[in-house]
């Protein structure tokens, strides 16, 4: 990966980026006098250049009975196309169609699915997922499972750690590495991250909680970013603001982009990363990590990163606390609210 890049450029961008990309939101948010929305027609638009997005209206409705129970988690896709949206209570994962059709639910007995990876290993496609509650007696655990929900492998918090309470692991991402390593992040715990092998051995631990070079503040997200040749984890700096690159052997490499909006999860596409912000918004950063496009940017702070907010209350192209996101083939992009009763979103990208 190339170092110097031009933080300056990026700095600058990142700190005024609502004020010169705009976004568009409902009519009645034009009605309180709002002077940064557009509508075309009906439809509710965001972002900018050839990353301007439509929103698509009622995507991922629940039949009746069926709800939410909140999406404090991620959004993930299979091979055939169909997109996973895990939720904060007994609805476990939700299965749509690309369409936005509920499909089934899957995974019921492990509620607060936070994070969730689609790998395929072997012609078997799995989900790295962390679960922050799930039976009884396994909570804050890693799950690697089938795209059914069926488990097949859980890991828990390691002895060789050093914890002295049990609530000192309350982990909150996991990937798969280019080995089979799995690397999980302690972000709601130490912030370390730590590393096991395929069969879930524990290797090594590193980073912890610090605002200096190298140290992490909630490493909330991790993604395996191959976008430079040398394979590295990109992680979700989320308090310090932050994204910042790791090898895979735990060496720190370098902080490629500051002043985020308290970045939660990643998804690449290409040469492109989508960041999901709690503070109400979605970025999308080049391969320079400098940001090319801002989504939903929510101008009203009072919505930021506001758990109990009414889903009614916020613009329908706005978000108040992106916590999950994936970008799929096509680019366009999934995006849960952090919120209490559940929100989630599909932007469709426009084309010419």
């Known amino acids: 990966m190339s170092k110097g890049l031009d933080r300056s450029r990026r700095m600058f961008v990142a700190s005024v980026g609502a004020a010169a990309l705009t976004s568009a939101v409902p009519v009645k948010a034009m009605e309180a006098g709002r002077d940064d929305a557009e509508v075309v027609g009906k439809t509710l638009m965001t972002g900018n250049g050839e990353w301007t997005y439509e929103v698509v209206p009622g995507w991922g409705a629940l039949p009746a009975g069926t709800k939410f129970g909140g999406t404090h988690g991620a959004i993930a896709q299979d091979n055939a196309g169909n997109v996973y949206v895990s939720t904060q209570s007994e609805t476990g994962v939700l299965v749509y169609s690309p369409d936005g059709r ?5 995974a019921q007995n492990f509620p607060e699915v936070h994070s969730m990876v ?14 922050q509650k799930g039976t009884p007696k396994e909570n804050w655990l890693f799950v690697k499972m089938k795209t059914d929900g ?3 492998m859980k890991i828990t918090a390691p002895a060789e750690a050093g914890f002295k309470a049990p609530n000192e692991w309350r982990i909150t991402a996991a990937v798969p590495g280019t080995d089979g390593s799995i690397y999980i992040a302690n972000g709601y715990g130490d912030s370390r991250i730590f590393q096991f092998d395929a069969k879930g051995k524990y290797l090594r631990s590193y980073s912890g ?7 992490l503040n909630c490493s909330h ?12 984890l990109l992680v979700c700096d989320r308090e310090n603001r932050r994204l910042c690159h790791f090898d895979l052997d735990g060496k720190y490499v370098d902080t490629v982009t500051q002043h985020l909006r308290r970045p ?7 040469d492109y990363a989508v960041v999901s912000e709690l503070e109400g918004r979605v970025t999308v950063l080049d391969r320079d990590n400098v940001p090319v496009a801002f989504l939903g940017d929510n101008p009203d702070r009072k919505q930021w990163a506001n758990y109990d907010l009414d889903p009614g ?3 329908g192209a706005t978000f108040s606390a992106a916590h999950g996101c994936f970008v799929d083939r096509e680019a366009n992009v999934y995006v849960s609210d952090w919120n209490h009763v559940g929100r989630v979103m599909k932007l469709r990208r426009r084309r010419g």
Request: with cysteine; net charge negative.
């Open 313 to 315: 209350s916020i613009a």
């Open 264 to 270: 939660c999860q990643i998804s690449l596409h290409g």
């Open 221 to 232: 997200g991790l993604t395996l970013d191959n976008r430079y040749g040398q394979p590295m």
């Open 102 to 106: 509920l499909i089934k639910t899957i």
């Open 150 to 152: 069926t488990p097949v």
């Open 209 to 215: 909680k610090g605002s200096e070079p190298g140290s």
């Open 118 to 131: 689609h790998a395929e290993e072997n012609e078997v496609e799995y989900f790295y997922t962390t679960v």
